[in-house]
């Protein structure tokens, strides 16, 4: 059963920062890793689809990156600031198994102005 | 193109109470979820359509009827609420689902007394 793994669960950092939010799963054999964006009391935004045979997605500030041989996947935001603010949320769809999404708990992100 | 659109967006039932969450998109998707968000447990996948006049069971269909008519329109039928069907509820729309974007709509929060 795949699993989906977001470390840490809040991150606190002072604003102008490069940061690092880490992904982990537990299957390889994915379609697609995609990260999302969670303001409170919002949906979920989409902010970069990775395809299996992908090595990263650029946009903006944003850089995903998939290794999919060791199941990682990071998103690094350059140059943080107050508005980046949210929870962030990865999601896999397996190649295997049930049609959804599976997601992580998310890391709750907090830029200090 | 108003994407996808949730009404509505808070509700209120009793125990046994009846309703329907409605959820709509303009981007002609085939693929179409409803998700529940709950504190803890992550989003969890309650039913789901490829299509209009096919649907399937997620993770935690019960207590949940859907219908998918048309294209655009995927409403979330609570045949009698319960207490533990209170969350958040997200409705999600892609082109397909493996190696497709997901997109989310705003949310439906409900609480059921």
């Known amino acids: 059963k795949q699993e989906v793994t977001q470390i840490p669960a809040a991150l606190s950092v002072p604003e102008g920062e490069n940061l690092v939010l880490n992904c982990s799963f537990t299957?390889?054999?994915?379609?697609?890793l995609q990260w999302f964006r969670q303001d409170p009391g919002k949906g979920l935004t989409s902010l970069l689809l990775?395809?299996?045979?992908?090595r990263e997605q650029t946009s903006g500030r944003l850089n995903a990156s998939l290794d999919k041989s060791s199941g990682r996947s990071t998103l690094y935001i350059a140059a943080s600031q107050p508005g980046d603010s949210a929870t962030y949320l990865c999601?896999?769809?397996?190649?295997?198994?049930?049609?959804?999404?599976?997601f992580g708990q998310g890391t709750r992100l907090t830029i200090n102005p | 193109n108003a994407g996808v659109t949730q009404t509505p967006k808070f509700q209120v039932l009793k125990t046994g109470q009846s309703m329907t969450l409605q959820c709509a998109q303009d981007?002609?998707?085939?693929?179409m979820s409803w998700y529940r968000q709950d504190p803890g447990m992550g989003l969890r996948l309650i039913h789901y359509?490829?299509?209009?006049?096919?649907?399937d069971q997620g993770e935690v269909p019960n207590g949940y009827n859907v219908s998918r008519s048309t294209t655009e329109d995927f409403p979330l039928r609570l045949l009698s609420a319960a207490p533990s069907q209170t969350s958040v509820y997200f409705c999600?729309?892609?082109?397909?689902?493996?190696?497709?974007?997901?997109?989310f709509g705003p949310g439906t929060r409900l609480t059921v007394l």
């Open positions: 999601a896999v769809i397996g190649i295997q198994g049930a049609q959804k999404l599976v």
């Open positions: 359509s490829v299509g209009a006049g096919i649907t």
């Open positions: 990775i395809q299996s045979s992908q």
């Open positions: 981007m002609n998707h085939e693929y």
């Open positions: 999600a729309s892609s082109r397909g689902l493996a190696g497709y974007e997901q997109f």
């Open positions: 299957d390889s054999a994915i379609y697609n």
